[in-house]
């Protein structure tokens, strides 16, 4: 299969992820119970107000033709108005997006970082003790539920040991950095703001490392099976007979071909974190895109929901997208197969 093809592919497979998805999160959240008109007239206000608010929101009318409605904008590049802040949901997306896109970047590097050689060490030594405890950190990676080691993570190293703060993304007081990407780290040592940069790290650990955990186990057990295929290939063994050195031979030979399959297991856990940064911002509150969607939610705001899911959705099947792309360049083998 050529890249033109899978584009072609990939880009009507985006089409319908987006229809599908906005017309479940639109039945969906057009059934729970409660009603936004009145959330946002108050809990006094009269029925005339009330009344008044629905037909300003087009909440009067049947729930198909305002899924029309907002599908016509969409088409257009309008997410709608949040209900709650009164701006274009495009305009807030835009503004808390980059801190979630920090977290999720940081909490991708750290897993990977982690996650790659505690799975080529788990192939190299097979079922010897390093192994083991590979294996078992992994597993207890993707068992962690995230909520749980957010709140252990509060109370051991902030509330006992004191080495991280507890949430947001600078200290109280502390002014952000000059805005160049929206993401504090970067930005402050764009400008060469250090102690801004440190300040901002500091924050910035705890979350990612409570987001990116899960995928520590996923992406060592992705590399670990990928090395044992590798380190059984005939190249290997005639590598070995040349003489090359025993290191030589796994990071420099094993190493890159396990890591061609491995591409596509980041490209998921890159979606994987854009949904999860929801339960981790709300737990350290970090002001991001997941932060927006929950106080959304409960104040029953239909459009920012519904831009929330559609942006998410979009960046996940894109990103997958770059990856299959990439996977195509650096292995060539799957044009012919396709």
């Not at 509060?154 to 004191?162: D, I």
């Not at 991001?288 to 099947?317: C, E, H, R």
Request: proline letters at 6%.
């Amino acid at each position: 299969m050529s890249i033109v093809g899978m584009l072609r592919r990939r880009l009507l497979f985006l089409v319908l992820v987006v229809f599908g998805v906005t017309l479940i999160t639109f039945a969906v959240s057009h059934l729970i119970p409660g009603d936004p008109a009145r959330l946002l007239a108050g809990d006094r206000a009269s029925d005339e107000l009330v009344a008044h608010m629905r037909l300003k929101l087009g909440l009067d009318r049947p729930l198909y033709v305002q899924y029309a409605r907002y599908m016509a904008g969409l088409l257009q590049g309008d997410l709608g108005t949040s209900i709650r802040t009164g701006r274009p949901v495009a305009e807030d997306i835009v503004a808390y997006f980059p801190a979630t896109l920090e977290l999720v970047l940081t909490a991708l590097t750290m897993a990977v970082l982690v996650g790659v050689p505690l799975g080529v060490a788990s192939a190299v030594w097979r079922n010897g003790w390093i192994d083991q405890i590979a294996r078992t950190f992994a597993a207890i990676g993707i068992s962690t539920p995230a909520f749980w080691l957010g709140l252990l993570l509060l109370v051991l190293f902030y509330g006992w040991l004191g080495w991280f703060p507890g949430g947001g993304r600078l200290p109280t007081g502390m002014a952000p950095p000059p805005p160049v990407t929206g993401m504090y780290v970067l930005d402050a040592v764009l400008n060469l703001e250090w102690g801004t940069a440190r300040a901002a790290l500091r924050h910035l650990v705890l979350p990612a490392v409570c987001l990116g955990f899960v995928h520590v186990g996923v992406i060592a057990r992705q590399i670990r099976s990928a090395m044992l295929d590798q380190l059984s290939e005939d190249y290997i063994r005639t590598a070995r007979a040349a003489g090359l050195s025993r290191s030589r031979v796994i990071l420099g030979h094993a190493l890159p071909n396990a890591a061609i399959p491995s591409v596509t297991v980041l490209g998921l856990a890159f979606g994987d974190l854009l949904y999860g940064a929801v339960l981790t911002e709300t737990i350290f509150a970090w002001p991001g895109m997941g932060a927006y969607v929950v106080n959304s939610i409960q104040a029953l705001d239909f459009p920012a929901v519904m831009g929330f899911t559609v942006v998410v959705s979009m960046a996940y099947v894109l990103v997958n997208l770059a990856v299959d792309v990439t996977y195509m360049l650096l292995d060539p083998r799957i044009k012919e197969v396709g």
